[in-house]
């Protein structure tokens, strides 16, 4: 048979129908399940867009609730979930290893881990996306030498996140700041990481499987593991002034600026937008504008000398530095994020299922005559 041509990257190959969101890398457009991402990162909350990305539509009021309890229910671990937290906290364990690893251990105790039916998973779904969370928070507070806090009923998933990592009330700015990250990360077409969770769950194994498939494709760092790095590049520049040279020389040694480019868009990530918005409030309001400022000269250098756009993961870097978050959780509040996005595409894939088996191109020798070991030279 002949096969067609080698798209290095599966670059422009589409290899499904999905409802969850489509990206207009020309326009800088991003919709999740219809909605512009602009109008739910201004009025919308993490909640509803957990419903909104399991139903394709918004809640009434009384699903929102509902959407809303559950989700807290799920905010706590058992006995043997807290002691695998405890044990990696103290390790040399990166928290993304330990997430990718937490992931499947969560498969060991919950009850519907064999039950495939839209259901199950829907409450799998529930359960990952309170247990990262939670698992996440507590994993550097006793690293810290720090006892875990139980979550809050009443508060919503990114201020209780804020709460759980701190131990202090997160005021408006932040808890909404981050209420805005996760709706923003919760979903990105067939991005990496979703690619990954959809094969997996495409030879119908469990849903724990997919999204530990989709945790280790997203450590990656020309994936979610970027905004850690774009960080790093920060706070190595140290200073506005030296912003410039330190990106012409990064270029001249044919460096790749960690936070620009992306494979679909070809203009600003529309949720850049936001993020940028907040990196300028935020860092303003710790009096550390230089975090900001420096990005925003970072992006003049990289914009003018390479015609690149930042992604999201360029202003999420100094968003989440000027609010205390540790340089390495920052991959993993992607992934708390956008393990919501990795749940709605496995459903997706479970109810119109197809093995996902592309073909390579061969390029190795053929027809080698095999030689016993004793007679190679
Ligand atoms: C996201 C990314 C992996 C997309 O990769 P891609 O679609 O395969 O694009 P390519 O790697 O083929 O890059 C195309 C060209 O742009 C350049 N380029 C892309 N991103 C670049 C970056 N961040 N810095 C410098 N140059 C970059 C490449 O060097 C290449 O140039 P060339 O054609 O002269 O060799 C890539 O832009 C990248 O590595 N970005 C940095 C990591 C990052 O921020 N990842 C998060 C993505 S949300």
């Known amino acids: 048979m002949q096969l067609a041509e080698v798209r290095e990257g599966l670059e422009g190959v589409v290899v499904a129908n999905s409802s969850m969101s489509w990206i207009d890398g020309e326009n800088g457009v991003l919709i999740y399940q219809g909605y512009n991402i602009h109008d739910l990162a201004e009025k919308s909350t993490f909640e509803e867009v957990i419903f909104l990305l399991w139903n394709g539509r918004l809640p009434t009021q009384a699903e929102f609730d509902d959407y809303f309890k559950r989700l807290s229910d799920e905010r706590q671990l058992n006995d043997q979930e807290w002691d695998f937290v405890r044990r990696y906290a103290n390790s040399q364990v990166h928290p993304m290893a330990f ?23 829907v409450r799998k779904g529930f359960r990952l996306t309170g247990k990262m969370a939670v698992m996440v928070a507590a994993f550097d507070r006793i690293r810290n030498g720090k006892e875990p806090l139980q979550a809050k009923p009443e508060w919503n998933h990114a201020k209780n996140f804020l709460w ?3 131990g202090r009330e997160p005021d408006e700015l932040e808890a909404r700041a981050m209420d805005v990250a996760l709706i923003l990360h919760a979903d990105h077409g067939f991005n990496a990481s979703t690619f990954a969770a959809r094969v997996t769950a495409a030879t119908l194994s469990d849903l724990h499987s997919a999204i530990t498939s989709a945790v280790g494709t997203l450590k990656g ?24 040279q330190w990106v012409l020389d990064a270029l001249a040694r044919k460096e790749r600026i960690m936070g620009f480019g992306h494979r679909v868009y070809r203009t600003m990530d529309p949720r850049a937008v936001h993020l940028r918005e907040l990196s300028k409030k935020l860092c303003e309001r710790i009096g550390e504008t230089k975090w900001y400022e420096m990005s925003e000269k970072i992006f003049e250098v990289v914009h003018r000398e390479k015609g690149l756009w930042p992604n999201v993961d360029f202003f999420s870097a100094s968003t989440y530095y000027a609010m205390g978050i540790p340089l390495d959780l920052y991959t993993p509040i992607f992934a708390m994020s956008r393990v919501v996005g990795w749940v709605g595409h496995c459903l997706e894939q479970y109810a119109h299922n197809r093995l996902i088996r592309p073909r390579a191109n061969y390029v190795g020798p053929k027809g080698l005559q095999y030689v016993p070991i004793d007679q190679r030279t």
Do not use: C, Y
């Not at 997430?99 to 199950?120: G, K, M, Q």
């Open 99 to 121: 997430l990718r690893t937490a992931v499947s251990f969560l498969a060991h105790s919950d009850p519907d881990v064999e039950d495939n039916s839209h259901e199950a998973n």
């Open 164 to 166: 759980m990592l701190k």
């Open 221 to 244: 760092p020309l994936h979610g593991g970027a905004n850690t790095r774009v960080m790093q590049m920060l706070l190595e520049i140290g200073e506005v002034e030296r912003a410039e």
